[in-house]
C-alpha cells in the first residue's frame, strides 16, 4: 500500500513538472528530469522571483555560487570562489558538504556518477537562460 502511494505521488508531480520540449531519444535528460524531482520541493528551473526553500536555478551554469539571487546562502557558499560548470555540480551532487563543508543544503547527495551526469544534463538544459538553448 505505501508503496502503491509512493508511486501515486510520483506521477502527479510529473504531471505538475513544465514540460519542455527534450529531444525524444535522449534518455539522459529524460532520467535527469525524472532525477530532478526530488529536487523540486526546493528548487525551480524556470525564472522565477519566488524563493522555495532553496535558491532558483535559473541560468545558474557559468555562474558564482551564491551569486544572482536574493536568496540567503550560506557563509561557506558565499565565501567559496565556485563556478557552477558541468565539473562542479557533479562534485556539489555527489556530496554538497564534502564540497563545501558547512553548507546548509540538507542532501546527502547521489552516489550513482550515470545518475549525476543525467541530472546536470537535465539542469544544463532546464537552467539555459534562452530559449535557443533549451531546444538543443
Known amino acids: 500500500m ?29 532520467r535527469g528530469r525524472l532525477l530532478f524531482m526530488q529536487c523540486r520541493a526546493c528548487h525551480d528551473t524556470e525564472p522565477s522571483e519566488a524563493q522555495k526553500v532553496g535558491p ?5 551554469m557559468g555562474r558564482a ?8 546562502f550560506s557563509e561557506s557558499l558565499a565565501s567559496s570562489d565556485i563556478v557552477w560548470t558541468a565539473e562542479t555540480l557533479d562534485r556539489w551532487i555527489e556530496r554538497p558538504s564534502a564540497l563545501i563543508p558547512g553548507t546548509t543544503m540538507v542532501f546527502a547527495g547521489i552516489t550513482s556518477s550515470e545518475d549525476r551526469a543525467a541530472l546536470v544534463a537535465f539542469l544544463e538544459h532546464a537552467t539555459a537562460s534562452s530559449e535557443s538553448a533549451k531546444r538543443r
Do not use: W
Open 65 to 72: 555560487a551564491a551569486k544572482g539571487s536574493e536568496y540567503a
Open 56 to 60: 532558483n536555478l535559473h541560468g545558474i
Open 2 to 30: 505505501r508503496m502503491r502511494k509512493e508511486l501515486l505521488l510520483v506521477l502527479l508531480a510529473l504531471g505538475s513538472m513544465p514540460m519542455q520540449a527534450l529531444p525524444a531519444d535522449d534518455a539522459q535528460l529524460k
